[in-house]
Nanobody, 121 residues
Framework: VQLVESGGGLVEAGRSLRLSCVAS????????MGWYRQAPGKQRELVAA?????KSNYTDSVKGRFTISRDTAKVYLQMDSLKPEDTAVYYC??????????????????WGQGIQVTVSS
């Protein structure tokens, strides 16, 4: 699976951005897609994820401001009311979950190259 992000950039606080990610390759076995971010000096964190069934979840700091959506091999992140603390490199993620004999669950993660989002105050 290959993932390519687009839509990042520099915006003022309070403005909006929409990130897009297109998956290619072996896409038909992807279970979930999502967005992570990593700010300087911090660990990569989950921002939002959405399952193939459309169930989504968000980290608390973006609830009510960000919306994730998915269309087969594409995932989007609509970011409204951006804050300076949203500044980070955003990574698109695709996950394949496999259940093996004995109910062993293994997740296979695929990543995009990352895209910079900078929010100025």
């Amino acid at each position: 699976v290959q993932l390519v992000e687009s839509g990042g950039g520099l915006v003022e606080a309070g403005r909006s951005l929409r990130l897009s990610c297109v998956a290619s390759g072996s896409i038909y076995t992807i279970n979930a897609m999502g967005w992570y971010r990593q700010a300087p000096g911090k660990q990569r964190e989950l921002v939002a994820a959405i399952t193939e069934g459309g169930k989504s979840n968000y980290t608390d700091s973006v609830k009510g401001r960000f919306t994730i959506s998915r269309d087969t091999a594409k995932v989007y992140l609509q970011m409204d009311s951006l804050k300076p603390e949203d500044t980070a490199v955003y990574y698109c993620n695709a996950r394949k979950r496999r259940i093996y004999e004995g109910s062993k669950v293994v997740d296979y993660d695929y990543w995009g190259q990352g895209i910079q989002v900078t929010v100025s105050s």
